[in-house]
């Protein structure tokens, strides 16, 4: 069966500091992999998309980036956080359907 | 622009009540609507619907689609307090996916 992972979980930055949160999916190959970020009370931002390894889409203009170095392996990073960045980061995959299945998740506080 | 709405944002009932979540979408290249529950962490899947009139059912919830009216209803019979969440609807459109802002339901004992 088919499992994704997510860390860390929780993560507490201070502002103008790095960022890499790391994704991984185990029983499937070729995944769709997906960012999403989460602010309080709020519905799901989309924020890349990688159909293959290295292909990243970008939904949103900001100070994040994403990279697939492997193909069940999935990067969210930044150089510098900004406290808008503070949320709730969600990653998922989908595969020849559009069902997509999320991991636990990282909350990250940006102070 | 809003290309995803639900109705209502929040609602509280009592157990075993009916309730009935709107989710409303305005996109091109439409290729499918899913429907989700979130309690704490990651959204579970619930249904994905392609197709007008065809009623999806697990349980007590159930789902249809209307691709002329660009709407779809989750519907969750004699709820339970452990049907408490956010429900999200999502929308797949050409290459990407745009979830609406989410319905928080609160069922009380």
């Known amino acids: 069966s088919q499992t994704i992972h997510q860390w860390p979980a929780t993560l507490v930055q201070p502002v103008g500091s790095p960022l890499s949160l790391e994704c991984t999916v185990e029983?499937?190959?070729?995944?769709?992999l997906y960012w999403y970020r989460q602010a309080a009370g709020r519905g799901l931002q989309l924020l890349f998309y990688s159909v293959g390894i290295g292909q990243i889409s970008s939904e949103v203009p900001q100070n994040l980036s994403a990279s697939r170095p492997q193909d069940r392996q999935f990067i969210l990073s930044s150089k510098k956080l900004l406290l808008s960045d503070s949320g709730f980061y969600l990653c998922?995959?989908?595969?020849?359907?559009?069902?997509?299945?999320f991991g636990p998740g990282t909350r990250l506080t940006v102070l | 622009e809003d290309k995803v709405v639900q109705s209502p944002l929040s609602l509280v009932v009592h157990e075993g009540d009916t309730v009935t979540l709107n989710c409303s979408y305005e996109v091109t290249n439409f290729r499918s609507l899913l429907w989700y529950k979130q309690e704490k962490k990651a959204p579970t899947f619930l249904f994905m619907l392609t197709s007008s009139g065809i009623e999806k059912k697990s349980g007590r919830l159930s789902s249809i689609l209307d691709k002329k009216e660009l709407f779809s209803i989750l519907n969750i019979t004699a709820t339970q307090t452990g049907d408490s969440a956010i429900y999200l609807c999502?929308?797949?459109?050409?290459?990407?996916?745009?979830f609406g802002p989410g319905t928080r339901l609160s069922v009380l004992p």
């Open positions: 998922a995959w989908s595969g020849f359907y559009d069902e997509q299945f």
């Open positions: 999502a929308v797949a459109y050409g290459q990407n996916f745009v």
């Open positions: 029983g499937t190959s070729n995944p769709n």
